[in-house]
């Protein structure tokens, strides 16, 4: 029975795995899908994908602050070379 479950828990959905699994891409795509969606849309969205509204708001400001951290002299020198 144990090994039924976990096979079926695997197999249900390809995007079925725990928000801290998620890679930075796919957590970038993540946020490229859901963007716009609002209530009940995002939560069915979420569910599709065993995520919670809370977990996109935390990826979308992990992504702001890492690109807010850098020197802008250190960015314009990247972006010119």
Same mark, same amino acid.
């Given at each position: 029975m144990r090994g039924s479950a976990a096979a079926n828990r695997s197999s249900g959905s390809r995007h079925a795995k725990r928000p801290e699994d998620w890679s930075l891409e796919e957590r970038l795509l993540a946020l490229q899908e859901s963007h716009g969606l609002v209530d009940e849309a995002l939560n069915a969205w979420c569910r599709e994908r065993g995520l919670f509204a $809370? $977990?996109?708001?935390?990826? *979308?400001?992990?992504?702001?602050?890492?690109?807010?951290?850098?020197? *802008? *002299?250190?960015n314009a020198q990247e972006v010119r070379d």
């Open positions: $809370h $977990h996109l708001a935390q990826w *979308r400001m992990d992504f702001c602050v890492v690109v807010g951290t850098g020197n *802008r *002299r250190e």
